[in-house]
């Protein structure tokens, strides 16, 4: 008798990908990873330039680090959009595949930067 196909667990599933990983030391794993904490540092840096621009020329307008916040958040996610849109087209990533490190890339200095305008600016 014939046993049915089913599908493995996802505990099967990542330890299946930590022997993987442990078996082949020279995949690209680390280089991705270190790309993606430059773009998000280059993120927080920018937020940095963006907020650092609203003390010093923004005196005169009232909601300066308002709107340097929200225009941030708008040039960050154009940014973060245009990284994903390299990954699918030229990496050779799925959508699928590029959709949480684009959620990740674009969250993260975006939450950092509505978390510092609403705290300290």
């Not at 990533?93 to 300290?120: D, H, N, R, T």
Request: charged share 15%; with cysteine.
């Amino acid at each position: 008798m014939k046993t049915p196909y089913t599908h493995p667990s996802a505990c099967d599933r990542i330890l299946a990908a930590m022997r993987w990983r442990a078996e082949n030391p020279g995949t690209p794993w680390k280089e991705v990873a270190m790309r993606t904490i430059i773009i998000i540092l280059g993120g927080l840096v920018l937020f940095a330039v963006f907020a650092g621009g609203a003390r010093l020329f923004g005196r005169e307008i009232a909601n300066s680090s308002s709107i340097a916040a929200w225009a941030f958040v708008a040039v960050w996610f154009v940014v973060a959009a245009g990284n994903m849109w390299i990954g699918v087209t030229q990496a050779g990533y799925s959508f699928k595949e590029e959709l949480p490190i684009f959620l990740l890339i674009f969250l993260l200095p975006a939450a950092v930067a509505v978390l510092v305008k609403w705290k300290f600016l």
